[in-house]
């Protein structure tokens, strides 16, 4: 496996997360490290030991095991999202996770994840405009992230924004995997929901 598939482990194991479920993201997990320690990717074996820790929900782990892989890898993003989104569970203080977040985007500008879950995190915070202009940069770098369109939508209804919402919410059906049905049939049900509450 080339250097650079790893890239498509790590977004394979990100849709896993949303969507998948827990099975295929630990396949996924396996299938990186053994890759990783066959080729001797010190920042690589780290990255996905985090993950089996994360799945685990070993935070407090998984962040030692990100720390050493941002060690051997200094431009690796993920890494540093993943620790913000460690943090988050472990309930550390918003300065801490969004300084993650930011050093994630600094060093791996082209990541959409990470201004994806940096959308997420001000949404919750209640900054619902910042996070749309985060939203915006992650679809930007990736039009076809079905979860960023629905978090878009999540962040329109915040703002009372029911039109806007749902034509998120459309967009996130559109692009979405067609496997997915069950998804498929939970976004609808909220359109339908926002379209009756009119």
């Not at 939970?186 to 009756?196: F, G, H, L, S, V």
Request: aromatic share 10%; glycine share 6%; hydrophobic share 40%.
């Amino acid at each position: 496996m080339e250097h650079s598939n790893f890239s498509k482990l790590r977004r394979d194991l990100d849709e896993a997360i949303t969507y998948a479920g827990v099975s295929t993201a630990e396949q996924i997990v396996e299938e990186g490290l053994h890759e990783a320690q066959s080729q001797e990717i010190l920042g690589e074996i780290m990255y996905f030991k985090a993950q089996k820790e994360i799945i685990k929900g070993n935070y407090e782990q998984a962040i030692q095991f990100l720390l050493r892989a941002i060690e051997h890898n200094q431009s690796d993003g993920a890494a540093y999202n993943d620790r913000a989104l460690c943090l988050i569970e472990l309930g550390a203080d918003e300065d801490q996770v969004l300084a993650d977040f930011d050093k994630g985007i600094e060093v791996e500008s082209d990541y959409a994840t990470a201004y994806h879950n940096k959308g997420w995190y001000l949404n919750q915070l209640g900054a619902h405009d910042e996070a749309i202009l985060y939203f915006k940069k992650s679809l930007k770098l990736e039009p076809n992230r079905a979860v960023t369109y629905e978090n878009l939508a999540d962040a329109y209804l915040n703002l009372g924004n029911k039109q806007k919402a749902i034509e998120a919410f459309q967009k996130a059906i559109e692009v979405l995997n067609l496997r997915y049905t069950d998804i498929k049939d939970q976004i609808e049900a909220k359109i339908k929901i926002i379209t009756d509450s009119e």
